[in-house]
Structures are given as C-alpha cells and as structure tokens.
C-alpha cells in the first residue's frame, strides 16, 4: 500500500566519521497531509535522519522512496528541487536583509542582470498572504522577533515550492504564545495539502497537534503510533526507555557565605551594543540560582564577563569579597571557580588531544599535577583513569581523543574537569545541551550534590525543565536585565515564565536578588 | 591500537608508495636507462659504507629542523623562518669560532649556544609581529629568509672573506670543529646532539607544562583562552625554541667535518624540508630521527643515481612533493577511513547485538 505515502524512508543507517552510529535501521513512512512527530531524546538521532532526508549526509545504507520512486537525494538544492523544505532550528537567515530579500534569496525575480526588488517584495507578500502569514517583509530580519524569523524561514521553504516541511525542534526558541500561534499556521498548511516532520521532545505539543509519531531512541526506531492511540506516558517510556524523571530529591538549601557578588554589572558586546544592564546579584554557597531567558538576552556575556574572558565591563564583580577586575581567566579560576562553557567543542575541549590531555587544561600548574618544569605524567594518566570511571565516561581508554567520544561523554569530560578542582563555585552554561538522557541526569546530579556540599552554582539553561527542577531561585534574564525572579520557583508555571522571558511582563522592584544592601 | 591510528599509518605508506610510483613513472619518461636509475636510487645508498655514512650525515641537520617545525608547528604557528634561522646559526657559529679562537672543547660549545641564540632571536622575529601588529607569522616567516641570507652573506664579504678563497670564509679553526664519530668517514658528534634534541624536543613538548600549553594552543585556541593559558607567552616560546633547535642545527652543520669553511651564499633548504619531516613525524620529534632517515635515503640514492645515469637530482623533489600533498590532504582517502570506521561500528554492533 505504498501510493497511500508521499516519502517513506526504508531501512537507514548512518555511521559518522568518529564510528558514532546515528541511526541504525531506521524507517519511517509520511501519509500525505498529516503533522508526523518526530519524537526522541537529544541524540537520539532524529537530526541525523532529518539531515539524510534532506541531503546534508549521505545514508550508509537504506532506501528513500519520494511519492513512489527510489530516490537519491544528493544535496540540499536537490532536496529543495524535490519538495522537501528544512527549517533548521538555528535559523539560517541572513539578518542585515529585509524579510523580502531572505525569502527570494537564491531564486531571485531578475530584470536583466539586477534584482528586481519591486517584484521581490510583490512576490514575498503574495507567498505571505497566501499562506496567512502576518509579516512586514520589507522589515530587517535583525529587527524582528524570534518568532516571527521563524515564519520568514517556513515562508523561505514554501517558496521554493515545499510540499515536505522538516521543522527542527520548531518551538524551542519560542515564548509558549508564540507556539500557539505557529500551531494555527502549521494546521493551515496541513489544510492546504502539506505534509509536516514535527521534531520535538514535547510530548505535550506533540498531542496537540500531530497525527501520527515515529519514536526514536539511541539510533533506533522504536515504532510509529497514532498519536490518538498513544498516551504521553507511553510516549515518554519508549522514548527514554524509563519513566522520565522530572524532579529530584532535592534537599532545601543550606546557604553559606556570599560567593559572588555583581553590582550594577554593565557589559556592550564588541559591536558596542549593550548586553548586561545594570545587573545587581548576589550568590551565595550551597544555592542554585537558574537564570532562564531566550538565548541572545545576555546571558552569554554576563557568563563570558564573570568568568573573566571578557574583561571589558563596568560596576564591580566580586569573588568571595575579592574584585576581580584585575584577574585574568586563570587568576579568576585559581579562586576555584569551574565553568561548563556554553559551546563544548568551541571552547570546551580540544577535540584532537585526548580524553587525558582534555582533563587537566584548568589545574596542570597545581604541585600535585607538575613540578617546575615537568607535568606528573603517571600521575596524570592514573587521576584521568579515575576520573573516566567516577564520571562514567564512555571510552577505549584515556588516550583516546575526546573528538572521537559523543556529544554527552564529551560533556562529561568537560565536567569531570571543571568539578575535579573542588570548585566554590560553578558556572554551568547549557550543561545538558544536546546530549543523551542519561548523560544529563548524571550531570544534574552532579550539580546537586556540589550544591548540597557548599558551592554556589549558576545555572543558565534554554531546558525550563531543567532549571524548574533544580533551581533554588530562579532568574529570567530579558534584554541584559533580570526582568523577573522568583525565590519559590514551584509557584511559577511556564505559562508565567514565558511572559518574562518575552518581557510581556517586567518586575522593576526584584526581590532577592541581593542578599544585603 | 584503534582503527584510526591504523588508518594514518596506512595513509603514510599509501602516500609514500604513490610518490615512489609517480617518480618512477618520470624516470621511465625521461630517462633512456630507467631500470638502471631506479636501481641506483633505491639500492645505491647501500652499495658501500661510504654511501651509508653520507645518509647518516645527510640527516643530522633534518633531524634539527624537523625538530624545530615540529615545535612551532604544534603551536599552530606556520613560522617559516627555520630556513634563515638555520643559516644565520650557521653563519654566527663559523663567526664566532673564526673570531674568538677559545680552547678546544669550550670553542664548539660557545659557538653553538650562539648559534642556537641567534636562531631564537631570528624566528622571534615574525612571532613579535604576530603578537604587535596581527601580521601572518606565515607570510612574514617567509619573507625574512631572504633577510637572513643576504645578512650573512655581507657579513661573509666584508668580515670573515677570506681573499685568497673566492666566496668562503677564512679556515675554522680546528678547535672549534666537532669530532668524528667514525673514523673513514664524515659521521661527526652532531648525530649525538640531534638525537638528544630530538629527545628533549619531545620531552619539551609531551612531558612539559609549557608543551602541554602550546598543543592545548595549537589545537584549540579558544579552548586555550577559556582554560586560562596565556596565549601571548605560547605563541612566543614556541617560535624562540623551535628557532634555537634550527640555528642549533646550523651550527652543528657549519662545525662538522663537511665543511672546512663558511661557504653558504644561497639557502640551503633545510628549512623547507623541515615541513616534509614534521608532516612524516606527525609533529612528534621522536620519531624526526626516522623521517629525516628516509629523506636522506632518498636524498642519497638520488644524487648517486644523478652521478651514474642520466636521471637528475630534481627527480626527489617531486616525490617529496607528492608525499606531501597527499600526506597533509585531509580527505585523501577519506571514504576507505570512513569504511573501515563504519565497518568498526557495525561490527561492535553485532558483538553487543549477540551478547
């Protein structure tokens, strides 16, 4: 009965470079006009199924059959040639162009040899009409708001004609209102005839609207469901294999002394626009303050200007009472302070030198480490071998190099590292971004129990479950400012949530989050 | 050892192979005795004792460079400039020991520091203007070479010409001279000081804390920013060290038996080769002594063959050059290291599948 399906994919295997298997017999079937989830875990391999679909990478083995017809799809332009649109969930837009210029871009309304920009913008209205999209395409795509780039990047793959439309975990960057009204758009365009790969990990939103769910777990495919038929609970077990679990045993906190105090904290990015705003906070020992906000708010630089790489600021920024303006990266780490960068593999390792070499990069000068001029190589590799074991890092062996390792075991490299100093206090930027369930518990819990025994921890994170469930106060950082923060982070929902983190709604009084004045 | 280091190993050879096969397919071109030249360029270096110790010496001042690049290169710092600091070694060193006349034993050693000094200084050179003014170490490395050359050889002309000689220097002075390991031939005590810099070369870099700092550099710099390790001093200490093992090198060479005076008035190109054994040593100078071996042999079996048939020298640089590209190309090969992961992958598959 395959003429009732428009794509099936039939028996995909992908193996990267590193010898990670991404997907492994996967399968998966699209019926004309529905919304199919695409359901499973960061790194379960939805991505990697997505990006053979649409030509990125090319399958080891398995068929692709398009309304009928075996097909190789060999690149992106191919992919687009075919019906198949992508919006990737990092936007690929260009943001100094008007919405107009970005959607014709590439398929350009020519007049001789110059674009013709009237026409542009006459075509990017029609397409937006047409489809019911409310959008100023004569905006800067740099001026507008999340959501509404989003459109433009749907709007961009219908242009080309999409009748496929991947959507990359579409609501991850959305406050919950936008969400609601990407959903009304996407059951249009399953009215009109479009059929639609939902990626997600939501299973909330995914009963709301899909039809039906292909669920993936660790390169596997554990099945397609009718979304009617299914419940989340059941859902949620084959995905993880395990109910999920979404709260902790979280002792109330114990808090010590003051660990970081920032006052009136003003930081401009290199393009001069200001990031941090007059940002006053403090920090204390035994506590997890979450800081939640749509990513780009500043969070990126407050991090960046406490844990002095970024040495350009105003107002005072102190460490267990010292200033630290004079300090440099090491100077501020030396006053134990560890930091799980936002991007683990541009800054938080060195891909080609191994798990060994990864783990000593902050401490190698301690006497325990090196001498004056030698490090303590034996030494090295036996605390390396311990640490692997205590943090489970799944490798050969030591000497292999972290490049090779997986997303989550990269990350617990970069922890085991940052941790193994004995830290008073841990910054964790995204510390569970994109990597295997059963990494980010283990990181999580990691985090407790150094809270539990005295440290102060910075939580920043785009995963609300996350920082709901570990947070002993929470912030939401909105345009370089606190613009809520809760000290009894089970009272707030995400519905409230996300109105401070859109800045809906602004608290100008804050309390608590300095602990003295 | 895990699929991929054997992957690279076989690259190597694979590389090695094609650049022979390209050569040979040249010498059968242009030579009317192919079979003859290429038995001269593969055995010829065996054939006597004699031939053996000009590989032997041919490698000593590779092993040097090779030695040097590996360092800066570790770094990520594409200094050129061993080239210069190898001639400016060699020139301070043939200075020194025409100008000082010290005692025997002392006379060698001073000249040397000197020598590996002015290396140092001379690759520092493009390594200050990275850090001061952004410049490309690359570009700028490449260019000062010619500085180097053209400084020693006035200072060759105006300070140690020796009139009676053409264009060479006065005599080195027989206590400034290194000793001969071997009698009857030129195998002289710097092959005993290359193989120590090449140990020393590899303790610097794999067992030291500045090593561990300049590879955390070199292969992640923003990696290295976020650790907290001071960039600025990296970038320096590798091109001061990696320069002082290279003018070292120029040194040992202008003091060996090879030479009896100061003659160089065009580069020699140690500095270039260099590349070629830091690529075939993977950047660790352990294994310099090995690469700088087989370049010799090469180099050895092809001057032989160039002095018995009709096939000339240039014939080598080619096959360099093939190794080269192929070894430095990233994606050569790239689908069958993809197989053999792949085929890695599936069979770990299997195993976990079965038990």
Known sequence: ?517 | MNAEKRFEIFRLFFSILIALLVSFALIFMVSKQPVAAIVALITGPFKSSRNLANVVEAMIPLIFTGTGVCIMFAANQINLASEGAFHLGGLVAAAFALKLALPAGIAPAVCLILAAAAGAFFTALPAILKIKTGASEMVASLMINYISLWFCTFILMHFILDPAAGAASYSLPKTAKLPTLFSGTRIHFGLIIALAVAVLGYVFLYRSKIGYELRIAGSNKQFAEYSGIDIVKVILISQLVGGAVAGLGGGVEILSPIYSRFTWTSLLGYGWDAIVICTLAKKDPLKTPLAALFLAYLRTGASIMARTTDVTLEVVQITQGVIILLAVAEQFLSKTKHRIIAREAKAALQKEGGA
């Open chain 1, 1 to 517: 009965m395959s003429e009732q399906y428009v794509l099936q994919m039939q028996n995909i295997m992908k193996i990267y470079g590193n010898g990670v298997v991404a997907n492994e017999d996967v399968s998966l079937t699209l019926k004309k006009g529905e919304i199919h989830s695409l359901l499973g875990e960061n790194g379960a391999g939805k991505s990697t199924l997505m990006k053979v679909l649409f030509g990125i990478e090319t399958p080891d083995s398995g068929k692709i059959i398009l309304n009928g017809e075996e097909t190789t799809i060999k690149s992106p332009m191919d992919a687009i040639s075919k019906g198949i649109g992508m919006v990737h969930q990092h936007f690929m837009l260009v943001p100094s162009l008007t919405v107009a210029e970005n959607i014709i871009l590439g398929v350009e309304p020519k007049n001789g040899l110059f674009i013709d920009m009237k026409k542009a913008v006459d075509e990017a209205r029609r397409i937006a009409e047409q489809y019911n999209f409310d959008i100023d395409v004569t905006a800067k795509v740099e001026e507008i708001p999340v959501g509404v780039k989003q459109k433009v990047e749907i709007l961009k793959a219908l242009y080309r004609g999409a009748d496929i439309l991947i959507l990359d975990e579409p609501t991850a960057v959305l406050t919950p209102q936008e969400t609601d009204e990407l959903f009304v758009q996407l059951e249009k365009l399953r009215a009109d005839g479009h059929t639609i790969i939902f990626i997600s990990h939501k299973l909330d939103e995914i009963k709301r609207i899909c039809n039906r769910a292909t669920i993936m777990r660790n390169g596997r495919s554990m099945g397609t469901y009718e979304v009617s038929e299914i419940s989340t609970d059941d859902m949620s077990k084959l995905m993880v294999g395990r109910e999920v679990v979404l709260t902790f045993d979280k002792k109330p906190p114990v808090l010590k002394e003051v660990m970081l105090s920032v006052r009136d904290l003003t930081v401009h990015n290199a393009q001069g626009v200001l990031k941090v705003d007059k940002l006053s906070f403090d920090l204390k020992g035994g506590e997890i303050l979450g800081i939640a906000g749509v990513e780009g708010n500043g969070q990126s630089e407050l991090i960046n200007t406490l844990t002095a790489i970024n040495k350009s600021y105003s107002g005072d920024i102190f460490i267990k009472g010292a200033d630290i303006r004079q300090d440099t990266v090491k100077g501020v780490r030396d006053r134990k302070m560890g930091h799980i960068p936002e991007d683990r593999m541009t800054s938080g390792c060195a891909g080609n030198l191994s798990i060994r070499e990864n783990m000593f990069s902050n401490q190698y000068t301690d006497p325990a480490y090196s001498g004056k001029f030698l490090l303590k190589t034996k030494v090295l590799a036996q605390r390396a071998a311990e640490l692997v074991k205590e943090y489970l890092v799944k490798c050969k062996n030591p000497e292999q190099n972290v490049g090779m390792l997986s997303g989550g075991n990269i990350q617990k490299v970069i922890v085991a590292r940052e941790f193994s100093i004995g830290p008073d206090i841990i910054i964790a930027n995204q510390p569970t971004r994109g990597i295997d369930v059963g990494a980010a518990e283990f990181i999580r819990r990691r985090l407790l129990e150094y809270r539990d025994a005295g440290c102060a921890v910075i939580l920043v994170s785009a995963d609300l479950n996350e920082v709901f469930s570990l947070s002993d106060r929470l912030a939401v950082m909105y345009k370089g400012k606190f613009s809520g923060l809760f000290t009894d982070v089970g009272s707030v929902t995400e519905e409230q949530l996300g109105q401070y983190m859109l800045g809906l709604r602004h608290d100008d009084e804050l309390g608590g989050a300095v602990y003295e004045r």
